[in-house]
């Protein structure tokens, strides 16, 4: 069987590409796949921990994968939503756009 | 698992859900064409109801029993932590009366009290997952609410900023749970404290520095604060100031929790020669820097709400330090700061919010909007006074209070003093902080308004609201005991995941600091040992 | 001597990792629609690895609510707001050297942590399996809690969204 480092390795680069596209980004849809394949990485680690952990019966790693998925979901609804309100206003969903705060 | 005794458990969480949707529903099936006042006075009286059964079922509700523990956590400070949500939330409604952000009442008023849901329920939470969820039900209608302002792009802007910083953190958070999860194999308090030990391992301190990064965005701490002066500005007024108060008192309650409580073994010090690596050296350098920046940085603002904002930085940073001191003292002297921080910010931005709708100023208020207002309202400006040197730290004012009794708890907890120098920042810093907060009396009181000075409109209600804030903040500055002795007994958590705290001794040095302040801490020790179940593990400490 | 399973993981990461790669930093495109749809792959490479880990059920719902609710919501708005390419940024090449530099040290951090670490869990149960019966009479008993709270979260969700994203009648 794969040891668990490999994924573990595995899913912390796939936490640093999101990481990354997070954080390089400038279009705010884009930021938020960077979010989602972070949020992707940290379900894969619940998953190798519950599958290699001594008490797998307990199915607690799962169970937060199924719940996580949940959040992401409702997450992503209202973050696409606040992403139209935007556009409302700015006509762009660049970040760099949206810049009137400031101080 | 018994259904009804769950549900007994969790009938204040569920009396306010209901609460919420009763109000949505009255809202869009019977008032849709009431006028618009009518609809949030009536939308805020059904809320006040159900803030007022919950408020009643907290009060009788008994401590939650054993086999809910890893689920949930119900005892006497954690039900007055929710009834000080509860009335938060209510003021919060009651500043939206009146105010023209939305017509949309009813959604705003189930918001708000879904978010209020999400909070009580972190108090309580006992495990990982039950305190991911809350955070998420408590952050998500907060994204929503603080873009309730669909005229203002400032409003949208600001939730967008909010948004994307808190779900960044927010998977920095949960990636951090998964390491800890898999590094100690449960997910409850109790298994991660007696499982996690700072070694050699380099992922026991990533998986730290994740978790931390999720709580530092939670509680505006720098260099996670980016947001928060966005935030304050741009979002509502109602909105901002329940941001500032009810979100800070939750989170930095599961903050303290989950590093006191469930990761005890990783603490590690941050003492100015042999620190150690751990989370405590971790929260002093958030602590440092949100103390030095948000000071700084408050004092080039124009704006009220962003100078709050930043004032809230610095504040952050203070109570960083009652984490830090990881004894069972500092977890009381952070809960009696943060309650009288969020009453304080609570009332500073309800003054804010009436001088807002007074200016009518489409991008928020600037100091200069305060100018001569101790002419045209001398009760106001009276409270104002009174929060704001609140803020400042100012004796006999409840912030005094709540400073003093931190920098003890920090001064006492480390090994031979060895936290005294973080206290001297702080003492520093606050100097610093006196100047801004000056800045914002010196409008009131000397500056000359522009033109007549006419009175300020205000509502009875309002001012009722602030008057009553005001008092509060008075009544708890000359009489701390009363909320400090809550929260010394009772901060059992700690101890419930086998921590061992510190012997006390406090109440030598503070008896010769300030007479009155020995008497919370003497009936703390004392009621601590009048409860059997704790005997062992007090004997253990000493 | 490499087992199947080995080989599916190594397969099914780099594919995992090649397109989460596409998806944030495409060379040749720089459409929101080509990264959406590359998070699409990315996360049915995923649901593979969680076959391999043995988790049947979540890899059902990983496809169904992400690669199909989430992403349709994605594509949706992308296609709603009419998002064309996104601007090519001016000089900032600096920042963006810091921020990648800054990044690949966050990646080496992680990595090296996991490679230090000692063993950290005892081999696999062969038993445990992420089958649908015991996950859902769970659901219903032990995570009754949270489960109603994400059933209040998907309800604030549903306000929120449907609030903000209604034009407003004046």
């Known amino acids: 069987m794969t040891p668990l480092h490999y994924y573990l390795i595995f899913a912390a680069l796939l936490f640093s590409v999101g990481l990354a596209g997070a954080l390089m980004r400038r279009n705010a849809i884009l930021v938020l796949i960077g979010i989602e394949l972070m949020l992707n990485a940290a379900n894969l680690n619940f998953i190798a921990f519950w599958r290699y952990s001594p008490t797998a019966n307990e199915l607690v790693g799962l169970m937060f994968v199924l719940f996580s998925i949940g959040i992401a979901a409702a997450e992503a609804a209202v973050g696409l939503a606040i992403i139209i309100s935007i556009y409302r206003h700015h006509r762009s969903t660049q970040l760099q756009h949206v810049d009137r705060l400031k101080g | 698992m018994n259904y009804m005794e769950l549900l007994g458990a969790l009938a204040p969480e569920a009396i306010v859900v209901l609460t919420a949707l009763v109000a949505l529903a009255v809202d869009l099936l019977v008032l849709r064409q009431a006028p618009q006042n009518a609809r949030q006075v009536v939308a805020v009286s059904i809320t006040a109801v159900g803030i007022l059964a919950a408020i009643i079922a907290l009060s009788v509700a008994a401590p939650s029993p054993p086999w809910m523990d890893g689920l949930l956590i119900n005892h006497s400070t954690t039900a007055f932590l929710k009834q000080t949500l509860l009335v938060l939330a209510l003021v919060a409604g009651i500043l939206s009366i009146q105010s023209r952000f939305t017509q949309h009442t009813g959604e705003y008023v189930t918001l708000l009290l879904l978010s209020t849901v999400g909070m009580m329920l972190l108090v309580s939470s006992d495990n990982l997952l039950l305190m991911f969820v809350a955070l998420e039900l408590t952050s998500l209608p907060l994204y929503v609410l603080t873009a309730f302002n669909k005229e203002s792009p400032s409003s949208s802007e600001a939730s967008l900023k909010y948004f994307l910083i808190g779900s960044l953190s927010a998977a920095c958070l949960l990636f951090g749970i998964s390491l800890l999860y898999g590094l100690s194999g449960g997910i409850t308090w109790t298994q991660l404290a007696t499982t996690l030990r700072a070694g050699s391992?380099?992922?026991?301190?990533?998986?730290?520095?994740?978790?931390?990064?999720?709580?530092?965005?939670?509680?505006?701490?720098?260099?996670?604060?980016?947001?928060?002066?966005?935030?304050?500005?741009?979002?509502?007024?109602?909105?901002?100031?329940?941001?500032?108060?009810?979100?800070?008192?939750?989170?930095?309650?599961?903050?303290?929790?989950?590093?006191?409580?469930?990761?005890?073994?990783?603490?590690?010090?941050?003492?100015?020669?042999?620190?150690?690596?751990?989370?405590?050296?971790?929260?002093?350098?958030?602590?440092?820097?949100?103390?030095?920046?948000?000071?700084?940085?408050?004092?080039?603002?124009?704006?009220?709400?962003?100078?709050?904002?930043?004032?809230?930085?610095?504040?952050?940073?203070?109570?960083?330090?009652?984490?830090?001191?990881?004894?069972?003292?500092?977890?009381?002297?952070?809960?009696?700061?943060?309650?009288?921080?969020?009453?304080?910010?609570?009332?500073?931005?309800?003054?804010?919010?009436?001088?807002?709708?007074?200016?009518?100023?489409?991008?928020?208020?600037?100091l200069t909007d305060f100018a001569g207002l101790s002419r045209r309202s001398p009760l106001l400006s009276l409270c104002l006074l009174v929060f704001v040197l609140s803020l400042a730290g100012i004796p006999p004012l409840a912030g005094f209070f709540g400073k003093f009794y931190i920098f003890i708890a920090t001064a006492q907890s480390g090994t031979s003093q060895g936290l005294i120098w973080l206290v001297m920042l702080a003492i520093g810093t606050s100097a610093i902080s006196l100047y801004y907060y000056l800045q914002i009396l010196k409008q009131v009181y000397v500056v000359e308004s522009v033109g007549q000075p006419t009175p300020v409109q205000l509502r009875p209600a309002e001012s009722a609201c602030i008057v009553a804030m005001a008092c509060t903040v008075l009544i708890l500055g000359c009489a701390p005991n009363w909320l400090i002795n809550r929260f010394s007994p009772n901060s059992t958590e700690v101890r419930r995941a086998g921590v061992i705290t510190k012997p006390s001794t406090t109440l030598e040095l503070a008896a010769e600091i300030h007479p009155r302040i020995t008497a919370p801490l003497g009936t703390a020790t004392g009621l601590v040992q009048k409860r059997p179940q704790f005997e062992t593990t007090t004997a253990n400490a000493q | 001597m490499p087992t199947l399973p080995d080989l599916l993981f190594y397969a099914l990461a780099g594919f995992t990792l090649l397109f989460g790669f596409l998806c944030v930093a495409n060379p040749f495109s720089r459409n929101p629609v080509t990264s959406a749809m590359f998070l699409v792959l990315t996360i049915i490479s995923m649901a593979g690895l969680f076959v391999l880990l043995q988790a049947f059920f979540l890899a059902a719902v990983q496809v169904l609510v992400y690669a199909g609710a989430v992403m349709v919501l994605f594509l949706f708005v992308i296609m709603l707001l009419d998002i064309k390419e996104e601007e090519r940024r001016r000089l900032n090449k600096a920042a963006l050297g810091i921020g990648g530099v800054a990044v690949l040290a966050i990646a080496g951090l992680l990595v090296r942590a996991l490679v230090q670490a000692t063993p950290l869990a005892s081999a696999a149960g062969q038993r445990a399996e992420g089958s649908t019966k015991p996950l859902g009479r769970l659901l219903f008993t032990e995570y009754l809690l949270p489960f109603e709270i994400l059933s209040v979260l998907l309800l604030v969700a549903m306000v929120g969204v449907i609030l903000l994203s209604k034009k407003e009648m004046k």
């Not at chain 2, 020669?273 to 920046?293: E, H, K, R, Y």
């Not at chain 2, 330090?321 to 609570?346: D, F, P």
């Open chain 2, 201 to 366: 391992e380099p992922i026991v301190y990533l998986a730290l520095i994740l978790t931390l990064i999720g709580f530092a965005f939670k509680v505006a701490a720098a260099p996670f604060h980016l947001w928060a002066p966005d935030v304050y500005q741009g979002a509502p007024t109602p909105v901002a100031a329940f941001i500032a108060s009810g979100s800070k008192i939750a989170s930095f309650y599961m903050f303290a929790r989950i590093f006191m409580a469930a990761l005890p073994g990783t603490a590690g010090s941050a003492a100015w020669s042999g620190a150690t690596p751990g989370w405590v050296p971790l929260v002093a350098a958030l602590a440092v820097v949100s103390m030095i920046l948000g000071n700084v940085a408050a004092i080039a603002q124009r704006s009220v709400k962003r100078l709050l904002a930043y004032s809230a930085i610095g504040h952050a940073g203070y109570a960083l330090l009652a984490i830090l001191s990881n004894t069972e003292q500092g977890m009381g002297s952070l809960l009696y700061y943060v309650v009288t921080y969020a009453v304080t910010a609570m009332g500073a931005f309800a003054v804010v919010n009436v001088i807002e709708r007074d200016v009518q100023a489409p991008n928020g208020e600037s």
